[in-house]
């Protein structure tokens, strides 16, 4: 079955840390460009880090410096290290992945709560 699973959402108090992971299944992950969305009440989704198939990672600027995108082909697994959390971080996180050709792919969200 083709389908992409997150895992490693949580609570964390401001300027802690956490790591999500994403593994897909049923795919041929290496031609995938892989991503990390987040959507927070009331807004819209947008986008956080992207992990092309051949090509540099590019982060939100509002990340860029705190968080880390990083793949293995071998595995499937798409991960996304997050440092320094503030409470604006605060969201669900999806993985996401776009084939060469074809519909792209949604994980079913990670909620991660940045709060005292």
């Known amino acids: 079955q083709v389908q992409l699973v997150e895992s490693g959402g949580g609570l964390v108090e401001p300027g802690g840390s956490l790591r999500l992971s994403c593994q897909a299944y049923?795919?041929?992950?290496?031609?995938?460009?892989m991503g990390w969305y987040r959507q927070a009440p009331g807004k819209q989704r947008e986008l956080v880090a992207l992990?092309?198939?051949?090509?540099?990672?590019t982060y939100a600027d509002s990340v860029k410096g705190r968080f880390t995108i990083s793949r293995d082909n071998a595995k499937g697994t798409l991960s996304l290290q997050m440092n320094t959390l503030l409470p604006e971080d605060t969201a669900v996180y999806y993985c996401?992945?776009?084939?060469?050709?074809?519909?792209?792919?949604w994980g079913q969200g990670t909620q991660v709560t940045v709060s005292s």
């Open positions: 996401y992945g776009e084939p060469i050709r074809g519909s792209s792919l």
């Open positions: 992990s092309p198939r051949g090509g540099s990672t």
């Open positions: 049923g795919i041929m992950f290496k031609i995938y460009t």
